[in-house]
Nanobody
């Protein structure tokens, strides 16, 4: 079992930045690819970014490419999502996820989810 706890969400103006953190406990953190998904009201949970077990490979949704950066610190059992140049359409609940692989990690393949953290971007 892996427990994931997100933090760092909040309210920010368009063009601003936020850094989300995902602290993991339980099984060996480095055994899992890590990812971030988001869900806006009335919409499905969508892929945002993933990072491989070692951190050597990252993948991004086209909508966030060039603005968001995913990273991980295996010594601290923590994954991060740095979000810059935020837009109102980035408003959603952001979920941390642990899964078997970073490439093409879909929501239905995720092994563990965090509880989510709200990100609201005002215009």
């Amino acid at each position: 079992q892996v427990q994931l706890v997100e933090s760092g969400g909040g309210l920010v103006q368009a063009g601003g930045s936020l850094r989300l953190s995902c602290a993991a406990s339980g099984r060996t953190f480095s055994n899992y690819a890590m990812g971030w998904f988001r869900q806006a009201p009335g919409k499905e949970r969508d892929f945002v970014a993933t990072i491989s077990r070692s951190g050597g490979a990252t993948y991004y949704a086209n909508s966030v490419k060039g603005r968001f950066t995913i990273s991980r610190d295996n010594a601290k059992n923590t994954a991060y999502l740095q979000m810059n140049s935020l837009k109102p359409e980035d408003t959603a609940v952001y979920y941390c996820a642990a899964g078997p692989q970073a490439y093409r990690l879909g929501a239905d393949s995720v092994n563990y989810w965090g509880q989510g953290t709200q990100v609201t971007v005002s215009s």
